[in-house]
């Protein structure tokens, strides 16, 4: 056994613990999970079946950890994990699985399938065998400051731009504020549009903000490759930046695992409570909303429709929040089939969409999505997780259906603010 292999299921065993054990005890191979997944939708295919995936971390607890599969193991009968089935697992895992949660919905004796996706990557990554295209992001962000490599600079013209759009000062760095705001790298690098919303909204509901440029990137690549060290890393440079300036309140911006990152699996990461709230931008401003600080003017008049970001609704319980704002903004407000806690992927998340070798999966697993969105036939599709949009951009285009706009809930916001 190679020492690289070895290191891989020693990871996948420590993530063995009392839940994993009772999930694969409870499990009942029903199949269930297939008819959630959109890549077995897609294909038929029954290797795509959320559980199957998982068939290298329940056949470890097996040998090892039932009185059957002991007695097996000693006899030499049970079937050992080699570094070929990782090679074969590792498509599996990476290419066909966004970590969308659907699968674990609805689960009959409510396993949670994701969770364990999850700690299967982190046998997968320390044995070497994760996409290069998140080995690699995980590599730039630990080095510099986003998965991109260094976006200081480009930060701080977005600052910049976004100052000069709007006339309204945006300090970075600034102590004793109510809100940091976090940013993706997708949202530095397609332009100013968000940080000139977010600097709206904040001076019409009367709030400090402000950016740190010591934790700015809310992308966490770690948690997409399953590595808990880099999650960790880039959870506290966020964690250690918000302490530094004393703010009341961390903003996860528009995208959805990220939001998974900081308010859901930090604490647990670093081993300690947040001296600061966490909340998604969509939850900051249904509380404006709610407190009358936020009033718009005017109605966007087109057929629109809402995307629910997995991370965001069905992960993350935000479903009403979206639903209240776009009330306010659309006048023409169609939802589509399966819409809020069951609606379908983008099939991008979970670091599918930056894997190359999952390409054409992916554009089979969009399918679903697409004869979702064909079924309202909307103008324009709103979603609240900045992946999501790019990812809704991508495919529309690949299907020639890129006359449907895709739009941001928070610069639509601030865009219908009244005066």
Known sequence: MTATLERGLNALREQIDAPVASFFTSCVSCGICAEACLFYKETGDPEYTPIHKLELMRRMWSNEYTLLGRAKSLLGLGKKITDDDLTRWETLVYDS?????????????????????RKMREGMSASGHGPKELVGAAERHTDGTSPMGDLTQALLKRVEQASKVTGIEIEVDKPNVDYMLMLSSHEIASG?????????????????WT???????????GIQLGNRDVAANLVSRIVDAAIKLKVKTVISPECGHAFQAI???????IGKEYPFEVKHIIEVLDQFRAEGKLTTNGK???RLTFHDPCQVNRRGGINKEPRRLMNMVAENFIETEDAGTMNWCCSGGGGVGANQRANDLQAKAFNIKKRQIEAVAPDAIVT???????????????NEMDDIEVLSLTEMMAEYLDD
């Open 192 to 208: 100013e549009e968000m940080i000139a919303s977010v600097a709206k909204i904040m001076k019409k509901a009367g709030h400090s």
């Open 263 to 269: 308010r859901w699996e930090g604490p647990n990461l």
């Open 97 to 117: 699985c966004t970590m969308c949660g659907r699968c674990t919905m609805v689960c009959p004796v409510g396993n949670d399938i994701t969770m364990m996706i």
């Open 211 to 221: 950016i740190s440029t010591e934790g700015f990137e809310a992308t966490n690549v």
């Open 384 to 398: 609240m997780c900045a992946f999501c949009h790019s990812t809704l951009e991508d495919q529309l285009e690949a």
């Open 300 to 302: 966007n008049g087109d």
